[in-house]
Nanobody, 126 residues
């Protein structure tokens, strides 16, 4: 099973982008899905996560109010709508999935997800 991320690109500060991520096999259910990002010379950091039922959603403080995570269970896909982008949002964005939803205390940990997409570059310019 592979995760395929898309939607990255170059955008000016204040602009918007929408990232998409889908599993290669729709019948393989990912209960927990998330987005992480990694800027040059920095560690991978949590951005947002959502459980299959969609009622449990988590955001990093740095993106709260600007980013929205959502999912389409029929497509086994997850999306990240990014608005009001800032220079510091520049990074490679990775989608991640887990067949079982991580417990709340582990949602923000990359180790909680066993499946990863290839990453999509988001560059915000001034």
């Amino acid at each position: 099973v592979q995760l395929q991320a898309s939607g990255g690109g170059l955008v000016q500060a204040g602009g918007s982008l929408r990232l998409s991520c889908a599993t290669s096999e729709r019948t393989f259910t990912m209960d927990g899905m998330a987005w992480f990002r990694q800027a040059p010379e920095k560690e991978r950091e949590f951005v947002a996560a959502v459980r299959r039922r969609g009622s449990n959603i988590y955001y990093a403080d740095s993106v709260k109010g600007r980013f929205t995570i959502s999912r389409d269970n029929a497509k086994n896909a997850v999306y990240l709508q990014m608005n009001n982008l800032k220079l510091e949002d520049t990074a490679v964005y990775y989608c991640a999935g887990s067949p079982t939803a991580p417990i709340t205390s582990a949602v923000r940990s990359p180790q909680s997800y066993g499946y990863w997409g290839q990453g999509t570059q988001v560059t915000v310019s001034s």
